[in-house]
T-cell receptor, first 111, second 115 residues
Framework: QQQVKQSPQSLIVQKGGISIINCAYE??????FPWYQQFPGKGPALLIA?????SEKKEGRFTISFNKSAKQFSLHIMDSQPGDSATYFC??????????FGKGTKLTVNP | ETGVTQTPRHLVMGMTNKKSLKCEQH?????MYWYKQSAKKPLELMFV???????ENNSVPSRFSPECPNSSHLFLHLHTLQPEDSALYLC??????????????FGPGTRLTVL
């Protein structure tokens, strides 16, 4: 119930393409869904987050799509760039409880 | 220094050694966290400190001992570790408020290798 399942484990995209990473959860108490981005040698950094009262949130080239009934959410990276190459983690939190992270997706954007 | 800093960045230790990891946050936050990051596993929360008091111990073996002397500093004392404890240890901090969701700011981590 506390798990967040993330897929794919790795993703290779050409420059200018769309990167899509998916996450699913079981715990209906989760009501905050952030995405973190981690570059090699760095700690994760918050990229974008959404609450279930909206179905989509967009910040620049990054969009979260949220499907409450399916208990799924996804990250879309439009016009992917080589600088987007990193590991992406989805996470979920309910109230002030701890963040539960997915296993991560290693994204490689080829020039 | 800004953000969350961790020292050392790399540590190699034998199974009988005692060492400590240090974390310092310069963000004025009131909560600090230790996470373990292993390959192909989710980030595992180990400990949470809120206003210097430990509020969560996620069933972590006693060979890991946290210490939080003030809201800016967090230590992880290590003794008699096992090779499977080799991982990246991440420290994070946040402004923890029950009425809001708290963005966690992570340090760069300490890459620990246990021989």
């Amino acid at each position: 119930q506390q798990q967040v399942k993330q897929s794919p484990q790795s993703l290779i995209v050409q420059k200018g393409g769309i990167s899509i990473i998916n996450c699913a959860y079981e715990n209906t108490a989760f009501d905050y869904f952030p995405w973190y981005q981690q570059f090699p040698g760095k700690g994760p950094a918050l990229l974008i987050a959404i609450r279930p009262d909206v179905s989509e949130k967009k910040e620049g080239r990054f969009t979260i799509s949220f499907n409450k009934s399916a208990k799924q959410f996804s990250l879309h990276i439009m016009d992917s760039q080589p600088g987007d190459s990193a590991t992406y983690f989805c996470a979920a939190q309910g109230g002030s409880e701890k963040l539960v992270f997915g296993k991560g997706t290693k994204l490689t954007v080829n020039p | 220094e800004t953000g969350v800093t961790q020292t050392p960045r790399h540590l190699v230790m034998g199974m009988t050694n005692k060492k400590s990891l240090k974390c310092e946050q310069h963000l004025g936050h009131n909560a600090m966290y230790w996470y373990k990051q292993s390959a192909k596993k989710p980030l595992e929360l180990m400990f949470v400190y809120n206003f210097k008091e430990q509020t969560e111990n996620n069933s972590v073996p006693s060979r890991f001992s946290p210490e939080c002397p003030n809201s800016s500093h967090l230590f992880l004392h290590l003794h008699t570790l096992q090779p499977e404890d080799s991982a990246l240890y991440l420290c994070a901090s946040s402004h923890r408020d029950r009425s809001s969701y708290n963005e966690q700011f992570f340090g760069p981590g300490t890459r620990l290798t246990v021989l």
